[in-house]
């Protein structure tokens, strides 16, 4: 074997070998993976307690809360005056308005009690049968004037006697009446609403 060959030879059974110098920080990894999950079990903790524990209620001190109870007291104070107000206003309105209208129909009373002697004397105009012509144009406007205004008559012969509204001048018996009837109006009454302005006089028949 030529020289040659055995420098083949020793180059071919030369193994080789690969070295890394490189350091691997085992520690460090493992502190960095520690620290790692060390802060996600506190985040996941955390939260957990979080989800746990109630919110916080709102207390109020003793202060605030006897102020609370003090503007709940005056509340309810002003709304009672309030209430009793409105109350009073209203029944003030009523009045007024009651007393308004009794003025109202008394000065209306006054001025038709002035006008009944003229009524009176179209009523003897009509029983007579002077009541024609102008004449009973001038009556017929009257009696729808007075009418508008709330004047009703009332007294007719054969009405029942009623002493509240009827003003007896003669008394007489008569077999053709069951009760105190009404056989002759001298003078006809008229009302004004609920008011009476003034009764009828009329004579009256008892039964004999």
């Not at 520690?34 to 709102?58: L, N, Q």
């Not at 004047?151 to 006697?161: R, S």
């Amino acid at each position: 074997m030529s020289r040659a060959d055995d420098e083949n030879d020793g180059q071919a059974t030369e193994r080789v070998v690969i070295r890394d110098r490189r350091k691997i920080d085992v520690k460090g990894k493992d502190t960095t993976v520690t620290r790692e999950a060390e802060e996600s079990a506190e985040a996941k903790g955390g939260a957990h307690r979080a989800a746990e524990e109630p919110a916080d209620e709102v207390t109020t001190t003793p202060g605030l809360g006897a102020e609370l109870a003090a503007l709940r007291t005056e509340l309810e104070e002003r709304t009672r005056d309030l209430q009793r107000v409105t109350a009073e206003f209203a029944n003030y309105r009523k009045r007024v308005d009651r007393d308004r209208s009794a003025a109202a129909e008394q000065t209306t009373g006054t001025v038709l009690t002035a006008l009944l002697p003229m009524l009176d004397d179209v009523d003897r105009a009509r029983e007579h049968g002077d009541l024609v012509g102008p004449f009973a144009t001038v009556a017929e406007a009257l009696g729808a004037a007075v009418g508008k205004l709330g004047l009703v008559a009332f007294g007719e012969k054969g009405d029942p006697f009623d002493p509240t509204r009827h003003e007896a001048v003669a008394h007489l018996t008569s077999a053709d009446v069951t009760e105190p009837t009404c056989v002759e109006v001298m003078r006809r009454g008229y009302t004004l609403g609920e008011r009476l302005l003034r009764p009828a006089m009329v004579a009256v028949a008892d039964p004999a």
